[in-house]
């Protein structure tokens, strides 16, 4: 049983787009991060996420941050939204931005590894 009380520890949770997960991934595996993915799917547009779990000393957040910012980018997309004033229900083209981080952080007071 390992037992880590002198450092402050975190877990950070980050929402990515499924085409950034593997490249974020990566790139904070190189920084010597332990990471772990997990599939989720958003609720706005219902659109396939990934939810990383990263622990980490609190010392290592910025780069954590950093690395997630040059590999999770915004995309405008568009969405079919019906027009209202239209005789027919005609879908009108909407432009919606979409991607980038959703990053939480959570601070650790207590964990162990068996």
């Known amino acids: 049983m390992t037992e880590n009380k002198d450092e402050k520890n975190q877990i950070l949770i980050a929402v990515v787009q499924a085409q950034d997960a593997?490249?974020?991934h990566n790139a904070l595996?190189?920084?010597?991060?332990s990471v772990t993915r997990l599939p989720s799917v958003g609720g706005f547009l219902g659109r396939r996420n990934a939810t990383l779990l990263i622990g980490l000393p609190q010392d290592r957040q910025a780069d954590?941050?950093?690395?997630?910012?040059?590999?999770?980018r915004q995309r405008?997309?568009?969405?079919?939204?019906?027009?209202?004033?239209?005789?027919l229900p005609l879908p009108a083209?909407?432009?919606?931005t979409v991607g980038g981080a959703t990053i939480l952080?959570?601070?650790?007071?207590?964990?162990?590894?068996?």
């Open 22 to 24: 593997e490249p974020a």
């Open 29 to 33: 595996a190189e920084l010597g991060l």
């Open 64 to 72: 954590a941050v950093e690395t997630l910012n040059q590999n999770c």
């Open 76 to 87: 405008v997309e568009y969405i079919a939204v019906p027009l209202e004033s239209a005789p």
């Open 93 to 96: 083209p909407t432009p919606i």
């Open 105 to 114: 952080s959570i601070e650790v007071e207590h964990f162990e590894e068996f």
